[in-house]
T-cell receptor, first 115, second 112 residues
Framework: AQSVTQPDIHITVSEGASLELRCNYS??????LFWYVQSPGQGLQLLLK??????LVQGIKGFEAEFKRSQSSFNLRKPSVHWSDAAEYFC?????????????FGKGTHLIIQP | ETGVTQTPRHLVMGMTNKKSLKCEQH?????MYWYKQSAKKPLELMFV???????ENNSVPSRFSPECPNSSHLFLHLHTLQPEDSALYLC???????????FGEGSRLTVL
């Protein structure tokens, strides 16, 4: 069965500093990978996704992520965070069932921005 | 309206009540999902409907009963819930074979 691990429950970053959120997945073949963000009291919003091709994908709000097959990782990065980036971030994997099986999510990383 | 809309946004119910959560998507998608989000736990997939047929229920207790009358609407009927069922219930939709889910803002359920 596929699984997703986000090893960091909380991360604190100063405003303007760079950010990297870690995500490791377990899946036999090449998965579809996603990063979602959730603000308090809200649903999940897609930041970016990887299906195939270029392993560095660009998303909304200045985020990017890199797929590394050898490390089974899909880490999320941002060169300079803003206070509005404080939220919960979820990595997710789709086993290629075309969405009919839903996504498997990690437990999330809570991002705190220090002034 | 656009996107995925969930009502009510907040619901408080006793253990003997019967209530329903509603989800409506305006994206033309053909798959809809219910997820449960509890504190300290990953999102749990509860139900999947593809082309209005249920394809997975993940051993969800029978006190949760889904209904998908058409490709745009999804309900979650609630009956004799337990306090541990208190959570944020998220509805999502997708166009099959893309994997990308579009989420509603959720219904916050509190069971007293």
């Amino acid at each position: 069965a596929q699984s997703v691990t986000q090893p960091d429950i909380h991360i604190t970053v100063s405003e303007g500093a760079s950010l990297e959120l870690r995500c490791n997945y377990s899946y036999g073949a090449t998965p579809y990978l996603f990063w979602y963000v959730q603000s308090p009291g809200q649903g999940l919003q897609l930041l970016l996704k990887y299906f195939s091709g270029d392993t560095l994908v660009q998303g909304i709000k200045g985020f990017e992520a890199e797929f590394k097959r050898s490390q089974s990782s899909f880490n999320l990065r941002k060169p300079s965070v803003h206070w509005s980036d404080a939220a919960e971030y979820f990595c997710a994997v789709d086993g290629g069932g075309g969405g009919a099986d839903g996504l498997t999510f990690g437990k999330g990383t809570h991002l705190i921005i220090q002034p | 309206e656009t996107g995925v809309t969930q009502t009510p946004r907040h619901l408080v119910m006793g253990m003997t009540n019967k209530k329903s959560l509603k989800c409506e998507q305006h994206l033309g998608h053909n798959a809809m999902y219910w997820y449960k989000q509890s504190a300290k736990k990953p999102l749990e997939l509860m139900f999947v409907y593809s082309l209005e047929e249920r394809v997975e229920n993940n051993s969800v207790p029978s006190r949760f009963s889904p209904e998908c009358p058409n490709s745009s609407h999804l309900f979650l009927h609630l009956h004799t819930l337990q306090p541990e069922d208190s959570a944020l219930y998220l509805c999502a939709s997708s166009q099959s074979r893309t994997g990308e889910l579009f989420f509603g803002e959720g219904s916050r359920l509190t069971v007293l």
